[in-house]
């Protein structure tokens, strides 16, 4: 139950973002294309439920904080084009891995500003590609980051980045990787996570213990999600499905738990609508990862995903500045679920 005194509370931290909500259109971070906060496209879902698949099996091995990835085609392919991004980091962090049995493994190139993984002889096209890396924190820019830490060893894994399409040499001439041509088929992915004993994988609404088999809905206009592996029980409720990292000070997990259910509440009450699905949240705690003075936070949304994090340390006692920045990045993020709510039932 909200008391009144928190109520005003947290008015106050959000009063400001009260002109954007009412306009329905919060600028900054957070939703980007292809997000809960925009309306899906039947047709174009359609069309990927018929389209031929490539599997990507994912094998965490949290002892070495490692990940391997295998790519399988349905088609043989000189190569594969990794998922265009802003920054070109794959081909210098990712080791190509040699094909199952033997063979030489495939050498990456770059074509511009794509990412590209060829076989060394274009002549005998494959249909398996695999590469390993290491846990990646790192902060990518206009880019959600690859991987997101939790302090009992838990990881979040962006599978945006792992998606790929395959290409083929062209029907005469010379196959280099500047004559490669993406075929016209469009390509879905489906994905088969990994891990060891004792840990689960959660993607979206699935949840397994070691081994999951998932794969976009259909009525899902953006196909990537961040795939949870870790022992973190979540939290079921009437709002959605927590998952809290376990290193938070007590009064920094009391503080947000009251304020999600109380922004929800509020939103309601702002535009009229209530949400019609029940996102996942997932807060996580780095507290190593920032060095600098001041308080460091991110968060974003991807698809019915909510995901906040805390990069600096907290105080084991409260700390009014530290959480009302906190409280305001909770409460933008959290209306672009909202925001996409009311688009769809506006169309």
């Known amino acids: ?31 980007r294309p292809g997000s809960a906060a925009y309306p899906q496209k039947a047709a174009s879902a359609r069309k990927a439920a018929s389209s031929p698949s490539i599997l990507i099996e994912v094998t965490e091995l949290p002892a070495a904080d490692r990940w391997e990835v295998r790519y399988r085609l349905p088609h043989p392919a000189p190569a594969i084009r990794l998922s265009k991004s802003h920054n070109i980091y794959r081909s210098k962090r990712w080791k190509p891995v040699s094909p199952e049995g033997s063979g030489k493994p495939p050498v990456w ?8 993984l060829m076989v060394e002889d274009p ?5 398996s590609f695999a590469v390993s890396f290491e846990s990646d924190f790192d902060e990518k820019p206009k880019a959600y980051e690859l991987h997101v830490h939790f302090t009992d060893g838990s990881r979040l894994l962006f599978t945006g980045d792992l998606q790929v399409t395959p290409l083929f040499c062209p029907e005469a001439g010379e196959c280099t990787k500047d004559t490669l041509r993406q075929a016209k088929t469009k390509y879905s992915s489906r994905y088969l996570f990994r891990t060891r004993a004792g840990r689960t994988i959660i993607a979206n609404d ?16 953006d196909k990537r999600t961040y795939a949870y592996f870790g022992s973190i029980e ?18 920094f997990l009391e503080k947000t738990r009251e304020l999600l259910p109380w922004l929800v509440d509020y939103y309601r009450e702002l535009t009229g609508f209530s949400m019609d699905f029940r996102p996942s949240f997932f807060i996580s705690y780095h507290p190593t990862r920032s060095t600098g003075a001041g308080f460091s936070m991110g968060g974003g949304i991807l698809n019915r ?43």
């Open 1 to 31: 139950m909200i008391h009144a005194a928190s109520n005003r509370q947290w008015k106050a931290i959000v009063f400001s973002l009260v002109v954007c909500v009412a306009t329905v259109g919060c600028s900054g971070g957070g939703a």
């Open 123 to 127: 002549a005998s096209p494959t249909t």
């Open 109 to 116: 190139e770059v074509v511009g500003a794509r990412e590209i």
């Open 234 to 251: 979540p939290i079921e409720t009437g709002l959605g499905t927590f998952l809290v990292d376990p290193g938070f000070p007590p009064w």
């Open 206 to 221: 699935k949840r397994a213990a070691r081994e999951l088999a998932w794969q976009a809905a259909e009525d899902d206009r």
């Open 305 to 347: 995903i909510v995901q906040l994090a805390v990069h600096s340390r907290l105080s084991d006692v409260e700390n009014q500045e530290d959480l009302s920045r906190w409280a305001h990045m909770v409460a933008h993020e959290v209306f672009h679920l909202w925001n996409g709510s009311v688009v769809r039932q506006r169309l």
